[in-house]
């Protein structure tokens, strides 16, 4: 069971580069999340979907895009990277919050991005 | 604005003691709250929820309180291990289905 699975695990940028950060899952989570986390801080979050064709701003989603056709995968898109994008980028999925179930988030491992 | 702050000064205790994270919200009154660990260079794995009907919640070590007056959830762990050294996330779910964490608290036991 792979779980949430990311790529890539590194990734170095020049300013105003383009890239997308891939998100898969496999537990049939309709509920689906792009954080980052810079160093010594918390979680902040990027955008979140609660099911395909379905996406909604989080906390800090400026220079961000998403895109949700499919269950399982969930793309965060950076269009002009600036040295501010730096970060570790982690997505995450789960049901959604049911009367019994925890609606606990399942974490990738991670993608670290540089941008100089 | 809606607001979760945990204490952003790292924690430091004995092993075989217990530690107290706090969790306080400000301007909302979330039906639940989550806690996570998280490791360093990892994705936070969760380890107990607590429901706002709930006052307090046991799970193994794990000990959470939720005081909706206070607006406040306290997160224990008793007989601390060195193994329990770690960061802890509170995280409440607001509307619309966004999880929002707080900063995390660093918790560091010696042995």
């Known amino acids: 069971n792979a779980g949430v699975t990311q790529t890539p695990k590194f990734r170095i940028l020049k300013i105003g580069q383009s890239m997308t950060l891939q998100c898969t899952q496999d537990?049939?989570?309709?509920?689906m999340y792009w954080y980052r986390q810079d160093p010594g801080m918390g979680l902040k979050l990027i955008y979140y979907?609660?099911?395909?064709?379905?996406?909604d701003k989080g906390e800090v989603p400026n220079g961000y895009n998403v895109s949700r056709s499919t269950t399982e995968d969930f793309p965060l898109r950076l269009e002009l990277a600036a040295p501010s994008q730096t970060s570790v980028y982690f997505c995450?999925?789960?049901?959604?919050?049911?009367?019994?179930?925890?609606?606990?988030?399942?974490f990738g491992e991670g993608s670290r991005l540089t941008v100089l | 604005s809606q607001k979760i702050e945990q204490n952003s000064e790292a924690l430091n205790i004995q092993e075989g003691k217990t530690a107290t994270l706090t969790c306080n919200y400000t301007?909302?009154?979330?039906?639940?709250l989550q806690w996570y660990r998280q490791d360093p260079g990892r994705g936070p794995v969760f380890l107990i929820l607590?429901?706002?009907?709930?006052k307090e919640k046991r799970k193994e070590r794990l000990k959470v309180t939720f005081d909706t007056t206070l607006k406040q959830s306290l997160f224990h762990i008793t007989a601390s291990q060195p193994a329990d050294s770690a960061t802890y996330l509170c995280?409440?779910?607001?509307?619309?289905?966004?999880?929002?964490f707080g900063q995390g608290t660093e918790l560091s036991v010696k042995p």
């Open positions: 995280a409440w779910r607001g509307t619309g289905g966004k999880l929002i």
């Open positions: 995450a999925s789960s049901y959604s919050m049911g009367q019994m179930g925890t609606g606990e988030l399942f």
């Open positions: 537990m049939n989570h309709n509920y």
């Open positions: 301007n909302y009154s979330p039906a639940y």
């Open positions: 607590i429901r706002e009907n709930e």
């Open positions: 979907s609660v099911g395909a064709g379905i996406t």
